[in-house]
């Protein structure tokens, strides 16, 4: 009885409810980064009538949503993962090991990628800014090439951030799916084990 109440102790620290409420607080994050991003893009698009440059705006915008839905998802199942895990403590003595070492770590590159998504938008949202600022003349901003540069390099980031946040996501859909359907698996090899995204 002893023995059980401590490894519950240990699981309950390593992934109760700080980790649960901080992958939500990263969610709701991740959320409005993209309400504010998809704010600061019409009104770009207002003004600029370049089409390849708003075509290549549209192509990493357009990967967004469904990467955080993926994230979502996968983040309930975690959850739902580590109730279960707490409903069979006899036969998951060897996660205490495995878990405590990765958990903290997949919550930290989840965060990382949405901080990057946010720079990324509050560079467009600054160029945007800037846009609206000027005199009221389209052609100066069609014409000046350092502004077009300036949204080459905001868009480039947007899909730099997108493409670290789904090698996490995916890597978090493998540790939950193996843990929901076997938890003692965590305790002889590790759910985490054997893929590239996470080093």
Known sequence: GDKVGAL?????SML???DEGRMDRIVSKTETVLDQM???LTAVNRVIGDESIQADLRQAMSELPQVLADARETIDGAQAAVRSAERNLNNMEGIT???GERGPEIVNKIEQGVEDLGAAMQQL??????VNDRDGT???LVHNPELYQRLNVAA????RASQQLRPIVSDVRVFTDKIARDPSQIGVGGALRGRSGIK
């Open 38 to 40: 998809n704010e600061a």
């Open 138 to 140: 389209i052609g100066q």
């Open 97 to 99: 090991g495995p878990l």
């Open 16 to 18: 109760g409810a700080e």
């Open 8 to 12: 519950a102790d240990q699981i309950n």
């Open 125 to 130: 949202a600054a160029f945007s800014e800037a």
């Open 156 to 159: 480039g980031n947007i899909e």
